[in-house]
């Protein structure tokens, strides 16, 4: 990961912060930012996600840690229900997909509201204006 960058904002520090302020590990962190980052980069244009990850150095290798859900199957209920329903819907598809990885992280799917959120506070700073806006952007589906 690129430590630091002229903006002062950097993928190092996201995951210090999430970690310290959710009690989370670091593998933790960086997998949810890396899963909260990839849903941003299939929501935007290239453009947009380009931008991004000039703002914010690290972006993409974070996205290299988030895990891989392909071979998980459901256990039953809403789950499945929810994995039958994401097929119709990219929408859908895309939430579900990320709350199999915070579960595959070993993370409630009640942490993806805590993650977007700490990532926004990160991000609400002059120089995180843009990524802010990008990330928010990008992480609709999820949000509303």
Do not use: W
């Amino acid at each position: 990961m690129q430590q630091s960058t002229s903006s002062g904002l950097n993928t190092a520090d996201m995951v210090a912060l999430l970690s310290d302020s959710l009690s989370v590990d670091t593998s933790q962190a960086s997998g949810g930012l890396g899963s909260l980052f990839n849903l941003v980069k299939n929501n935007v244009s290239s453009e947009q996600f380009s931008q991004l990850s000039q703002a914010l150095p690290g972006v993409d290798s974070l996205i290299d840690q988030m895990p891989d859900i392909s071979k998980l199957t459901s256990s039953g209920g809403v789950s499945s229900l929810l994995d039958k329903a994401s097929q119709y819907s990219d929408s859908l598809k895309a939430v579900n997909d990320v709350k199999k990885q915070f579960e595959a992280l070993g993370l409630s799917p009640d942490m993806i509201s805590n993650f977007i959120s700490t990532t926004q506070q990160y991000l609400n700073t002059e120089q995180g204006k843009e990524a802010r806006s990008i990330f928010s952007q990008g992480i609709n589906k999820l949000i509303g």
